[in-house]
């Protein structure tokens, strides 16, 4: 199953690159679930994060893995795919693009793919991570709203 967003920032391209961090991670946590990022190495190919879900009845672990990433001038990407995945996921792969528009306004696209362990998880499972993504623009527009 496929989600897309895309998020236009009143931002310079460069700055958003040296500002998509942990905190600004941090900052995109969706609501109303309990996180702990245990390892956050970066954007680049070979980089780890490590995530802990936490609920009052049991706790699952998060990890991808940074399995590709490029640079040009005017766009910027990584990829992170599931590792070890949270039941029922079985399947993560989240394209992250930044895009120049112009001087002072970049493009942030959220491209991502996954599937469980079957379709009939999938239904059900594709508006909950569109929920938890849907928060997303507000939250770039909000980070990247003071850096410079």
């Given at each position: 199953m496929k989600l897309y967003f895309?998020?236009?920032?009143d931002n310079n391209f460069e700055i958003i690159k040296?500002?998509?961090?942990?905190?600004?991670?941090?900052?995109?946590?969706?609501?109303?679930?309990?996180?702990?990022?245990?390892?956050?190495?970066?954007?680049?190919?070979g980089d780890?994060?490590?995530?802990?879900?936490?609920?009052?009845?049991f706790t699952q672990h998060w990890v991808s893995h940074i399995t590709s990433n490029s640079s040009t001038p005017d766009e910027w990407s990584f990829v992170?795919?599931?590792?070890?995945?949270?039941w029922p996921l079985k399947y993560w792969k989240h394209v992250h693009v930044?895009?120049?528009?112009?001087?002072n306004q970049?493009?942030?696209?959220?491209?991502?793919t996954f599937s469980s362990s079957s379709f009939f998880f999938?239904?059900?499972l594709k508006p909950l991570l569109w929920l938890?993504?849907?928060?997303?623009?507000?939250r770039y527009k909000k980070f990247f709203m003071d850096k410079v």
């Open positions: 895309e998020t236009k920032i040296k500002h998509f961090n942990r905190d600004l991670f941090l900052a995109l946590k969706p609501p109303g679930v309990n996180i702990e990022l245990e390892r956050f190495d970066g954007c680049t190919k780890e994060v490590h995530l802990k879900i936490l609920s009052p009845v992170d795919e599931g590792f070890e995945l949270p930044v895009k120049k528009i112009n001087d970049s493009l942030i696209v959220d491209d991502i999938d239904l059900p938890s993504f849907a928060v997303r623009p507000k």
